[in-house]
């Protein structure tokens, strides 16, 4: 897994069970992909049925993944609340952490990232933290100062692997597309922030996320330290999320 480049399909707040099972039944159909990790992170009602559809694996093992986990741990009287504990339960594999959506309407920021994490970790779950400069940030040129905040969340944390998302707020469904230099640049950037927060030993990836669509997905997985993609819009159609797959695994 962590030498393979990961594509995974980040559905939000989309998916009904029939085009669900047709969309994960077309995936697992595909030609085997050697150098691809696929993930699919449907919404939390639908981790069940993706993880059941998954697991006769047909070509591709395909992880399950969460879109987002409760700050509190275990079970408790936190009404809506769904826990790490839990989504193990159901198969889980990954997690998502720290949107930029989770931030913008439910206001989300470090402290409560660092108990999800920890809450991810303890478990033996993957923690996918998802970074990214806003365009008000970029244009100020303080972007890296933006992503090196959100990227502390990680010091001390007891973990010799970690995976991150660089998702710039202004690309994400904007179908504004960081350029080469840009991605590049930050890549290599949070690379070197991970290895002095989480040590030099540990096993990275670097996801690049924001608009990332068929015409793109070469160009973006050719760029250094891009380890694959988190992809939004493009992951809700079999044909589209299916060439970006191909694309990783030729790069
Ligand atoms: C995302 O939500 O993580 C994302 C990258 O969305 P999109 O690909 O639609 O920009």
């Not at 993706?50 to 399950?64: E, F």
């Not at 998502?96 to 478990?123: M, P, T």
């Not at 469904?173 to 890549?187: F, L, R, S, W, Y």
Request: glycine residues 8%.
């Amino acid at each position: 897994m962590w030498d393979k480049k990961w594509v995974i399909g980040n559905w939000k707040m989309n998916g009904r069970l029939q085009n669900n099972n047709a969309l994960v039944h077309k995936l697992r159909s595909m030609p085997v992909q050697q150098k691809v990790c696929i993930g699919i992170a449907p919404p939390t009602v639908y981790l069940s049925q993706v993880h059941n559809a998954v697991q006769i694996v047909l070509n591709n093992t395909i992880h399950t993944c969460a879109q987002d986990v409760s700050r509190f741990a275990g079970n408790g009287a936190y009404t809506g609340e769904v826990s790490a504990e839990m989504l193990k339960d159901v198969g889980v594999d990954v997690v998502l952490i720290g949107h930029s959506e989770r931030s913008l309407y439910f206001n989300e920021k470090n402290d409560i990232q660092r108990h999800k994490i920890e809450n991810v970790l303890a478990v033996g779950l993957t923690p996918l933290l998802c970074v990214g400069e806003s365009l008000k940030e970029r244009e100020d040129g303080r972007e890296k100062e933006a992503v090196a905040y959100q990227l502390s969340v990680l010091k001390g944390l007891k973990t010799d692997c970690f995976a991150v998302a660089y998702e710039p707020v202004w690309a994400i469904g904007t179908g504004k597309v960081a350029n080469k230099e840009q991605i590049a640049d930050m890549h290599a950037f949070i690379y070197s922030e991970i290895l002095s927060l989480c040590g030099n030993d540990a096993k990275i990836r670097v996801l690049y996320g924001g608009s990332v669509d068929p015409a793109n997905a070469a160009d973006i997985f050719a760029v250094p330290h891009v380890d694959g993609a988190l992809v939004g819009g493009a992951s809700l159609t079999y044909e589209a999320f299916s060439d970006i797959i191909r694309a990783a695994e030729q790069a």
